[in-house]
């Protein structure tokens, strides 16, 4: 039976060597990630917070979770909603990553929702949690 061999790239190797940038994105000292796993994070969360048509020239990059959180659905109908926005997202654009579950959590009190999604990449044995909140 043949097994999943986790991926080590080359250039999580050397620590000093950045993979890429992190966000949010600073001019005057930009952040850098030293491993694939915080760009992988970053990416993925650069992806889900981007409207769909808000990219130049990519007008399909990003997600429709924006449009969602303006409806009125609970919290379980708009994890359900996420959750199928996000998978769409990530087929589309990180193959890579497999989604793990994804709940909305609404704070009336300070206007906000919390959005956790849980996932991992494919051939490593980390998961990872991403925390967004968004004020709405």
């Known amino acids: 039976m043949a097994r999943l061999v986790p991926k080590i790239y080359p250039n999580d190797i050397a620590e000093h060597?950045?993979?890429?940038?992190?966000?949010?994105?600073?001019?005057?000292?930009?952040?850098?990630?030293?491993?694939?796993?915080?760009?992988?994070?970053?990416?993925?969360?650069?992806?889900?917070?981007?409207?769909?048509?808000?990219?130049?020239?990519?007008?399909?990059?990003?997600?429709?979770?924006?449009?969602?959180?303006?409806?009125?659905?609970?919290?379980?109908?708009l994890s359900k909603a996420a959750y199928k926005s996000i998978k769409a997202s990530i087929r589309d654009w990180m193959p890579f990553v497999t989604l793990g579950t994804v709940s909305v959590t609404s704070y009336k009190e300070t206007s906000s929702v919390l959005i956790e999604v849980s996932y991992s990449i494919q051939g490593w044995d980390a998961d990872d949690t991403l925390n967004i909140t968004v004020k709405v």
Do not use: C
């Open 17 to 77: 060597i950045p993979v890429g940038m992190g966000f949010p994105l600073n001019v005057s000292s930009p952040v850098m990630n030293y491993t694939t796993k915080a760009q992988v994070h970053d990416n993925l969360r650069n992806l889900i917070l981007t409207m769909k048509g808000e990219r130049p020239m990519q007008p399909e990059f990003g997600s429709d979770l924006y449009f969602l959180l303006f409806e009125q659905l609970y919290d379980d109908d």
